[in-house]
T-cell receptor, first 113, second 109 residues
Framework: ETGVTQSPTHLIKTRGQQVTLRCSSQ?????VSWYQQALGQGPQFIFQYYREEENGRGNFPPRFSGLQFPNYSSELNVNALELDDSALYLCASSWRAQTDTQYFGPGTRLTVL | QKEVEQNSGPLSVPEGAIASLNCTYSDRGSQSFFWYRQYSGKSPELIMS????GDKEDGRFTAQLNKASQYVSLLIRDSQPSDSATYLCAVGGADGLTFGKGTHLIIQP
């Protein structure tokens, strides 16, 4: 166990809806990164938060947004859900930004119908 | 755009043998490299990190890095059926971790 927790475990939404996923980082870590993993693919970087600021973003549209709180927990929000948003959403925490070792939470499985 | 390439497999290895997993990356300036193991339906679990050229050993696992060839490998000695999983190679950078698609490893009892 890495100490990174995510909620909920599973979620089913319909196209056009909005969803919020939550992540608590490992104790002592101040950086949270979010990834999307489609079936049969490697995780793809969505964005990273370091000390409550966005610190890098992958090739995802603005309807993917996030927050980091003073206790370093984080949220991922996705608006106007599309069928292709169905995936495993992974949160990873690390001590520092960028190249430091990242530890993953168990993930949230999102299904969009 | 950074790319990380892995053979998707499946790679089938007899129990007790050495499994060799390979990865190449496109960004010559990359400085940090990671191997993760992912069981079906689970999240990635860190196995090894490597930052310098050469070998790094941890138990049955050895990571090898050759920056000149832009090549990273993972050796698993004395392979066990519990090693059957997908192995993800990841490269660190300002854009977070860039992952390959993973190699599906099957250890045959």
């Amino acid at each position: 166990e890495t100490g990174v927790t995510q909620s909920p475990t599973h979620l089913i939404k319909t196209r056009g809806q909005q969803v919020t996923l939550r992540c608590s980082s490992q104790s002592g870590h101040n950086t949270v990164s979010w990834y999307q993993q489609a079936l049969g693919q490697g995780p793809q970087f969505i964005f990273q938060y370091y000390r409550e600021e966005e610190n890098g973003r992958g090739n995802f549209p603005p309807r993917f947004s996030g927050l980091q709180f003073p206790n370093y927990s984080s949220e991922l929000n996705v608006n106007a859900l599309e069928l292709d948003d169905s995936a495993l959403y992974l949160c990873a925490s690390s001590w520092r930004a960028q190249t430091d070792t990242q530890y993953f939470g168990p993930g949230t499985r999102l299904t969009v119908l | 755009q950074k790319e990380v390439e892995q053979n998707s497999g499946p790679l089938s290895v007899p129990e007790g043998a050495i499994a060799s997993l390979n990865c190449t990356y496109s960004d010559r300036g990359s400085q940090s490299f990671f191997w993760y193991r992912q069981y079906s339906g689970k999240s990635p679990e860190l196995i090894m990190s490597i930052y310098s050229n050469g070998d790094k050993e941890d138990g049955r696992f050895t990571a090898q890095l050759n920056k000149a060839s832009q090549y990273v490998s993972l050796l698993i000695r004395d392979s066990q059926p519990s090693d059957s999983a997908t192995y993800l190679c990841a490269v660190g950078g300002a854009d977070g971790l860039t992952f390959g698609k993973g190699t599906h490893l099957i250890i045959q009892p």
